[in-house]
């Protein structure tokens, strides 16, 4: 059955290359295919016709070949053909679709006596002839200069034939003829597959079809049968479709074939291989929506020829493994391959072949469409069979089904069993990763310290908490004295070393377990003592007030010494309502220190008068 699968995919092979043959053919017998007689490159782009016709003829270079051919250049290219006198119904037709700008003048006599300007940055509707490629009336029928400017990012390339109107239009019968098999043949290839997993809900049906509708979507943009009947308006898709729909044809592929083949259970490195290819080509795909086509449409011609060559080498070792219809999908594949390397060599220049340019990839992909889908089809079959068998297996077995249940409920409670425990590992983890998170979103980053937001959370907790148990909280609020002076002098990283000292010293001062030192902002610091009265917090004011002025601060500026000011405020029970109230009290008293004269801790007695 497969042999017979493969002698009609070759039939259509040849058929369709015939037609394609046949069309060429009738081009070259009513179509004159002209070579235009010399080109010049604008390296600035911003010449006009008039200095171009300007120029002399010694800077315009003879063309060799077919017809001009360059690759990817981004310059502007000016090329000129002369006519002799014919009738007054001749087209000339540009049998390139890709062009982005093509400006054509007809002159006669240093006049421009007509001008045409085409290409994908203009809407498909304003072209005066409606056709895939490029059609332009010659104005009337004496003797013309044409000047040809292109400008574009994909391959700069101006295969020409003049025309006699009605021969023109009876030669399109063929290659429309050619379109519609192609694509008629794709579009059955969708509905058949859709079909086919809307009834099997099988996912390599639907990967199919998507990757046989962006193969149909890359050919109708490559054709230019995309700008006529799809997008018409729509530029910006067309100067963007080839290395988009390109791109996302190999990502459903590679989707396809991972799933075909089963590529994961054969082996693991071409399934990673697989999904890299994917991966590759969605980030082109993306990469063509954001960066200019010529970039994108080169790593996509390198990137096809790289997938294609890993994908057939992938299949060939399947083959080898014992795959049976691995076989047929190599020669899909190989057929695709062929069809890619000679459209990209055509594309780069490398080749001078119309011919490959415009049919190539329609025939490979058909045929490599065709294929795959009658390995699909085998695939689908074997497996069927596969599960029948199965089936009747399981009802072999049926007296073993009991046993091997209540082995697999054992093994399903262990295994639960394995997950709770790996939950709660997990839980506490992630508690003490939330409590390390906590911890330092409560600590100031300079000095290691409590910050003021750990500060606000404390000084609540422990307002509320000495008021249920009726005791009393301190509070310090510490401020350096003429710091700023300090930064002006010494710089911010002085300032900085005495902020850390300074919080060090604090730190060996307040030691007991329920107290804490907080930097409040800047230079100001806050310390909350726990169940503390007031001559309690005086004394430990007093000692971080002698720690501080005693010691000069080593700092790489040398030894510098410091002194604070303090403001003390206690909340006996019932004095204050809410812990602002004990904030404000203290900061009055600070600032009442700062007043006094500094280096000093003034003690605030809301019930009485702010004393020292």
Same mark, same amino acid.
Request: charged share 20%.
């Given at each position: 059955?497969?042999?017979?699968?493969?002698?009609?995919?070759?039939?259509?092979?040849?058929?369709?290359?015939?037609?394609?043959?046949?069309?060429?053919?009738?081009?070259?017998?009513?179509?004159?295919?002209?070579?235009?007689?010399?080109?010049?490159?604008?390296?600035?782009?911003?010449?006009?016709?008039?200095?171009?016709?300007?120029?002399?003829?010694?800077?315009?270079?003879?063309?060799?070949?077919?017809?001009?051919?360059?690759?990817?250049?981004?310059?502007?290219?000016?090329?000129?053909?002369?006519?002799?006198?014919?009738?007054?119904?001749?087209?000339?037709?540009?049998?390139?679709?890709?062009?982005?700008?093509?400006?054509?003048?007809?002159?006669?006599?240093?006049?421009?006596?007509?001008?045409?300007?085409?290409?994908?940055?203009?809407?498909?509707?304003?072209?005066?002839?409606?056709?895939?490629?490029?059609?332009?009336?010659?104005?009337?029928?004496?003797?013309?200069?044409?000047?040809?400017?292109?400008?574009?990012?994909?391959?700069?390339?101006?295969?020409?034939?003049?025309?006699?109107?009605?021969?023109?239009?009876?030669?399109?019968?063929?290659?429309?003829?050619?379109?519609?098999?192609?694509?008629?043949?794709?579009?059955?290839?969708?509905?058949?597959?859709?079909?086919?997993?809307?009834?099997?809900?099988?996912?390599?049906?639907?990967?199919?079809?998507?990757?046989?509708?962006?193969?149909?979507?890359?050919?109708?943009?490559?054709?230019?049968?995309?700008?006529?009947?799809?997008?018409?308006?729509?530029?910006?898709?067309?100067?963007?479709?080839?290395?988009?729909?390109?791109?996302?044809?190999?990502?459903?592929?590679?989707?396809?074939?991972?799933?075909?083949?089963?590529?994961?259970?054969?082996?693991?490195?071409?399934?990673?291989?697989?999904?890299?290819?994917?991966?590759?080509?969605?980030?082109?795909?993306?990469?063509?929506?954001?960066?200019?086509?010529?970039?994108?449409?080169?790593?996509?011609?390198?990137?096809?020829?790289?997938?294609?060559?890993?994908?057939?080498?992938?299949?060939?070792?399947?083959?080898?493994?014992?795959? #049976?219809?691995? &076989?047929? !999908?190599? $020669?899909?594949?190989?057929?695709?391959? =062929?069809?890619? @390397?000679? %459209?990209? +060599?055509?594309?780069?220049?490398?080749?001078?072949?119309?011919?490959?340019?415009?049919?190539?990839?329609?025939?490979?992909?058909?045929?490599?469409?065709?294929?795959?889908?009658?390995?699909?089809?085998?695939?689908?079959?074997?497996?069927?069979?596969?599960?029948?068998?199965?089936?009747?297996?399981?009802?072999?077995?049926?007296?073993?089904?009991?046993?091997?249940?209540?082995?697999?409920?054992?093994?399903?409670?262990?295994? #639960?069993?394995? &997950?709770? !425990?790996? $939950?709660?590992?997990?839980?506490?983890? =992630?508690?003490? @990763?939330? %409590?390390? +998170?906590?911890?330092?979103?409560?600590?100031?980053?300079?000095?290691?310290?409590?910050?003021?937001?750990?500060?606000?959370?404390?000084?609540?907790?422990?307002?509320?908490?000495?008021?249920?148990?009726?005791?009393?909280?301190?509070?310090?609020?510490?401020?350096?004295?003429?710091?700023?002076?300090?930064?002006?002098?010494?710089?911010?990283?002085?300032?900085?070393?005495?902020?850390?000292?300074?919080?060090?010293?604090?730190?060996?001062?307040? &030691?007991?377990?329920?107290?804490?030192?907080?930097?409040?902002?800047?230079?100001?610091?806050?310390?909350? +003592?726990?169940?503390?009265?007031?001559?309690?917090?005086?004394?430990?004011?007093?000692?971080?007030?002698?720690?501080?002025?005693?010691?000069?601060?080593?700092?790489?500026?040398?030894?510098?010494?410091?002194?604070?000011?303090?403001?003390?405020?206690?909340?006996?029970?019932?004095?204050?309502?809410?812990?602002?109230?004990?904030?404000?009290?203290?900061?009055?008293?600070?600032?009442?220190?700062?007043?006094?004269?500094?280096?000093?801790?003034?003690?605030?007695?809301?019930?009485?008068?702010?004393?020292?």
């Amino acid at each position: 059955m497969t042999i017979k699968r493969l002698l009609y995919s070759f039939i259509l092979f040849v058929l369709f290359f015939g037609f394609a043959s046949f069309s060429e053919a009738q081009e070259q017998e009513h179509g004159n295919h002209v070579l235009v007689d010399s080109y010049y490159i604008d390296g600035s782009g911003s010449k006009t016709i008039g200095e171009i016709m300007g120029l002399p003829d010694y800077v315009w270079e003879e063309v060799h070949g077919e017809h001009p051919s360059f690759g990817y250049d981004l310059n502007t290219y000016w090329f000129k053909l002369s006519l002799d006198a014919g009738s007054d119904t001749r087209l000339i037709h540009v049998r390139y679709p890709l062009l982005d700008a093509l400006d054509i003048y007809f002159i006669r006599a240093e006049r421009v006596v007509g001008q045409d300007m085409l290409g994908d940055r203009y809407p498909f509707n304003a072209r005066e002839i409606p056709h895939e490629e490029f059609v332009v009336p010659i104005p009337g029928s004496q003797a013309v200069t044409v000047y040809f400017r292109v400008q574009t990012e994909s391959s700069v390339t101006l295969p020409l034939s003049i025309w006699e109107q009605d021969e023109f239009h009876a030669a399109q019968g063929v290659p429309q003829l050619l379109y519609g098999i192609y694509f008629g043949v794709l579009i059955c290839m969708v509905v058949y597959n859709l079909f086919g997993y809307a009834m099997t809900r099988e996912p390599t049906f639907l990967s199919y079809s998507f990757y046989v509708i962006f193969v149909g979507l890359m050919v109708s943009a490559l054709s230019g049968a995309g700008f006529r009947y799809i997008w018409p308006e729509l530029t910006w898709i067309q100067d963007r479709a080839i290395p988009l729909f390109g791109s996302l044809c190999f990502a459903f592929a590679a989707l396809f074939i991972s799933q075909l083949l089963d590529v994961k259970t054969y082996s693991r490195t071409y399934y990673r291989g697989l999904w890299t290819t994917g991966i590759v080509a969605l980030l082109i795909g993306a990469a063509s929506v954001i960066a200019g086509y010529a970039l994108t449409i080169k790593l996509l011609l390198i990137f096809a020829i790289v997938a294609c060559v890993f994908i057939i080498w992938m299949a060939l070792s399947m083959w080898r493994r014992g795959l #049976v219809y691995a &076989r047929v !999908f190599t $020669l899909a594949w190989s057929a695709f391959l =062929l069809a890619v @390397v000679l %459209n990209s +060599l055509a594309y780069l220049g490398v080749l001078d072949a119309q011919f490959i340019q415009r049919y190539a990839i329609m025939a490979g992909s058909g045929i490599e469409v065709l294929l795959l889908s009658w390995v699909l089809t085998l695939r689908y079959s074997e497996e069927r069979s596969q599960k029948m068998s199965a089936q009747e297996e399981a009802l072999r077995q049926a007296a073993d089904a009991q046993e091997s249940q209540r082995k697999l409920n054992e093994e399903l409670e262990e295994h #639960v069993a394995e &997950r709770t !425990f790996e $939950l709660e590992m997990a839980l506490r983890e =992630l508690q003490e @990763v939330n %409590n390390e +998170l906590e911890r330092k979103n409560s600590e100031d980053g300079l000095t290691g310290l409590y910050n003021r937001r750990h500060f606000d959370r404390q000084l609540t907790a422990e307002f509320r908490r000495a008021w249920r148990n009726k005791e009393s909280v301190a509070l310090i609020m510490l401020d350096i004295d003429y710091f700023k002076p300090v930064n002006d002098e010494y710089g911010h990283m002085i300032g900085d070393q005495i902020l850390v000292a300074l919080a060090a010293r604090l730190k060996k001062a307040v &030691r007991r377990s329920g107290d804490t030192v907080c930097r409040y902002g800047g230079e100001e610091f806050a310390i909350i +003592l726990a169940n503390t009265e007031e001559s309690e917090a005086q004394q430990v004011a007093s000692n971080i007030g002698s720690v501080v002025r005693d010691d000069k601060f080593q700092t790489d500026a040398g030894e510098l010494a410091i002194t604070v000011s303090m403001g003390v405020c206690v909340a006996s029970p019932g004095l204050f309502e809410v812990p602002e109230q004990l904030l404000q009290a203290a900061d009055e008293a600070l600032y009442g220190a700062k007043n006094r004269g500094r280096d000093q801790t003034v003690v605030a007695r809301p019930e009485i008068k702010i004393d020292e």
